[in-house]
């Protein structure tokens, strides 16, 4: 199992690189399910298969801790703080709207609500062993990110231009009304390459400011989720069980790269294996996901993603312009 995941995850990887706009996890969701398609009987795989989904998954999530510099982050980030804590804010509130108008999954809602707020794949990736979200979930949700991924590099270039916003106010809007890096890095490229402007550097620090964010979001969802089973199971609270102990190890990867201020030549290789270790866990998700039912079921957790992302473009913009920024 853990052999077939890796044989997806290489090409996955690669067409990741060649094309950065959709990205190496949907590759692999998508091949995955394909292959899950052929294969009659994945009983043998299945013990590789799922530790893969689980615990690669939460490996991938701590690698991702060292490329964060807490201090070099914040500094840089400190003025979109506003307008990210909007949008975050936003987004988890039309999700919960949308759960209750639509009665979608909740897991699901959570997912595409945090991707959507936060940062696409990795947020995902790193709620989705807290709230115990299954593969279908977060193959949904993922599916759903990449869709307005696409769409906002394509579209948020002109859009800014059309809007009349400076240099830095794209950057702004791209960083915090984009979901994934990938995207957030296409659409500054395209931005710049249109008004021979340096926004990608202010884009991709406002996007790593809102990473930030996987920290109180996940702690609290884990809370939630160990009162609700108190309530409903019976058992004590326990803050220990609670907290997702790799979560934790992230928390600790950021604070050894800020504190010892390791250089890009140790932290870049280990950012790259998050991601490809990221892409390999989402071969094994797409393994567990039947894709007739994912794309049955998949209209309202769309229209969530669609509504997010609407209300997340426009608080970015609209912060902004109370700020005095555009």
């Not at 809602?109 to 279908?136: F, M």
């Not at 394509?154 to 916003?165: D, E, K, M, R, T």
Request: proline share 4%.
């Amino acid at each position: 199992g853990l052999l077939l995941c890796l044989l997806i995850a290489i090409p996955s990887w690669l067409l990741g690189k060649a094309v950065p706009v959709v990205g190496g996890p949907v590759f692999s969701i998508l091949i995955g399910m394909i292959v899950t398609l052929i294969l009659t009987d994945k009983t043998v795989f299945s013990p590789g298969i799922n530790f893969t989904s689980k615990k690669i998954l939460q490996t991938a999530v701590v690698f991702l801790g060292f490329g964060m510099n807490l201090t070099e982050i914040l500094a840089k980030g400190k003025q979109s703080l506003p307008i990210i804590l909007s949008t975050i804010t936003t987004s988890l509130v039309i999700a919960f709207i949308m759960y209750k108008i639509l009665h979608i999954n909740s897991n699901s809602a959570v997912l595409v609500g945090v991707g959507s707020s936060i940062c696409g794949g990795s947020a995902i990736a790193a709620t989705a062993p807290v709230i115990r979200a299954d593969d279908e979930e977060i193959a949904q949700s993922i599916s759903v990110i990449f869709l307005f991924n696409v769409i906002a590099a394509l579209v948020f270039p002109s859009l800014g231009a059309a809007l009349g916003l400076t240099n830095e106010g794209f950057g702004l809007f791209a960083g915090t009304a984009i979901n994934d890096t990938s995207s957030v890095t296409a659409a500054a490229t395209a931005w710049d390459g249109i008004h021979a402007s340096n926004t990608l550097e202010a884009a991709a620090i406002v996007k790593m400011t809102r990473t930030l964010a996987i920290i109180p979001i996940t702690l609290v969802l884990a809370i939630y989720k160990s009162r609700k089973s108190k309530n409903t199971e019976g058992s004590s609270f326990s803050l220990k069980r609670a907290f997702p102990m790799f979560v934790l190890f992230f928390v600790l990867a950021s604070v050894v790269t800020t504190i010892f201020h390791l250089p890009a030549g140790v932290t870049a290789p280990l950012k790259e294996l998050s991601k490809f270790l990221i892409i390999m866990a989402m071969s094994a998700i797409g393994l567990n996901t039947n894709i007739v039912k994912l794309v049955r079921t998949g209209m309202k957790p769309i229209l969530t993603g669609f509504c997010c992302w609407i209300g997340i473009a426009f608080v970015s913009l609209m912060m902004q312009h109370i700020l005095g920024i555009w």
